[in-house]
Nanobody
């Protein structure tokens, strides 16, 4: 499987951003998809995950602000991020079948 993230950008606090992850080389619909993030000097942490049947799970720090979704027919994973905070600044990684993308940088700053 190969994963490629996109959508990272510089955004002001309170703003919104949607990340996308394109998957190839796997039967996408069979696997859990997840978003992780890693800020400089910290460990990579789970942000959100979604099962093939769209059962979702979120880190406490993003509950109510972020929404994970998937389009199985397009092999796409998304992360809608709302009310962004400076502490959301990190490189965001897509994960599926123990494979990582290269990441996309999200910077929240005024």
């Amino acid at each position: 499987v190969q994963l490629e993230e996109s959508g990272g950008d510089l955004v002001q606090p309170g703003g919104s951003l949607t990340l996308s992850c394109a998957a190839s080389g796997t039967i996408f619909s069979l696997f859990v998809g997840a978003w992780y993030r890693q800020a400089p000097g910290t460990q990579r942490e789970l942000v959100a995950s979604i099962t093939p049947h769209r059962v979702t799970n979120y880190a406490d720090s993003v509950k109510g602000r972020f929404v994970i979704s998937r389009e199985n027919d397009k092999k796409m994973l998304y992360l809608q991020m709302n009310n962004l905070k400076p502490e959301d600044t990190a490189t965001y990684y897509c994960n599926m079948v123990n494979t990582w993308g290269k990441g996309t940088l999200v910077t929240v700053s005024s």
